[in-house]
């Protein structure tokens, strides 16, 4: 879904070629290594957004001794489910990092509605790890896994705190604009 958005995105800004947003990509960080996103994978979501009627063909270009470049335009339907990818991707994505492309393409969302999205998602993971805290107190562990026991609690609790902090800050960084 990320590549969908990613695309449906930069065809907002205007009228593009696959080549060209993957090249995008790389430029000046490599973001496509980071992502394992190559350009057949690309042209696979190309053709997949097409079919859907998100995007459509508008301009075939056609250079000696090159390959004819396919330029895209995002269509009305298009323009209309962008929003609602990008808020499935707040509401499903398992932590921060997978938000990133959501927050790079805030600007085609209600950022009051993500952070209402992203607000009931801290308050769930709140929830559960209260839920998920309160075990201890109820299981009996013997000398010799104590050490592990007190091991996974610190590294949950840590993990459990770091990932609330962070999207506490991303809420306020929504909220007041920043991002």
Known sequence: MEVQIYILS??????NYPYLLKKHLSEPIPFDE???LTESKLYYHFEVLTKQGLIEVV?????????D???FAITTKG?????KKIYKLFENAADVSGMTIGMASLQHVDRDKVVTILEKKLQK???RWEHISQFEKYIEVDEQRRKFVDFMTSYTSSRAKHTTDWLEHLIDLIKDGAI
């Open 125 to 127: 993971y709140q929830d």
């Open 59 to 67: 301009e075939v270009v056609r250079e000696e001794h090159r390959p």
């Open 79 to 83: 323009r209309e489910e962008l929003p």
């Open 69 to 71: 470049k396919q330029v």
């Open 34 to 36: 980071f992502t394992g």
């Open 10 to 15: 930069k065809l907002m800004e205007g009228n």
